[in-house]
């Protein structure tokens, strides 16, 4: 990944004797191309998910089955897998899939148009205005899918408290507990994954960017 770092360019003109001419616009250019490449890295990772999801929507609505495993949480539960259980839960997990999809697929839209207002042309306080707002979309996005999780996780247990009433079945405590601390860890650990996963895939572009930014920050200081 190209990167421009400012350090590395300080400590070039320390060890030359003859130091190479980057004036400050020079710089503040090369700052903000570094920058806009980053965005564009970010927009490319979040349109590969989308593909990647979009592909697992695909897979699985019309080739394989990834609703097996709940169903057969569900049969511990003692609900029966019924006919019509099979087809709400279908409908169920058609509409959660769906969300999912539209959630990525706007913030691909939205990374988009943040790219594409973002002009190294632009004065350095509108340049660094543009990144600001950049960094939180993604933050957004981010939340957005920790939060997307939770619901999920909400929508699914609620259902099954449904299904369970509706067929009449009344889970002795020690179970119970179990459901609802096994539902509450599982939440934890997929939180704990999506937030290491961005943490690594997103953390380390952000992290190159605040740095460009506050360099920049920095210049318009000077000036």
């Known amino acids: 990944m190209a990167e421009f770092d400012l350090d590395h360019l300080k400590k070039t003109w320390q060890e030359q004797e003859v130091q190479p001419k980057y004036d400050s616009p020079q710089i503040e250019a090369m700052l903000n191309k570094s920058s806009r490449n980053y965005v564009k890295y970010i927009l490319w990772i ?11 929507n695909f897979y699985y609505s019309f080739i394989g089955d990834d609703s097996e495993s709940f169903m057969n949480i569900l049969g511990k539960l003692g609900i029966e897998n019924t ?26 839209v939205l990374f988009y148009q943040n790219y594409k207002k973002i002009n190294v ?14 960094k939180k979309t993604v933050n957004i996005f981010i939340l957005a899918n920790i939060l997307l999780l939770v619901f999920f996780t909400t929508v699914l247990t609620v259902f099954t408290f449904y299904i369970l009433s509706q067929q009449h079945i009344q889970l002795s405590h020690p179970t119970l507990i179990g459901f609802i601390v096994g539902t ?16 690594i895939v ?5 992290k190159r960017l605040g740095k460009n930014l506050d360099e920049l920050k920095k210049m318009e200081s000077v000036e």
Do not use: P
């Open 46 to 56: 979040s349109i590969a998910e989308f593909l990647v999801i979009l592909g697992l």
């Open 83 to 108: 006919v019509d259980l099979q087809a709400d839960f279908a409908h169920l997990y058609f509409v959660l899939k769906f969300v999912s999809l539209v959630l990525t697929g706007v913030f691909v």
């Open 202 to 206: 997103y953390g380390i572009i952000m």
């Open 121 to 134: 042309e632009s004065n350095l306080k509108k340049f660094i205005l543009q990144i600001i707002s950049f």
């Open 184 to 199: 509450v860890l599982m939440t934890i650990l997929s939180i704990v994954l999506i937030w290491l996963y961005y943490r």
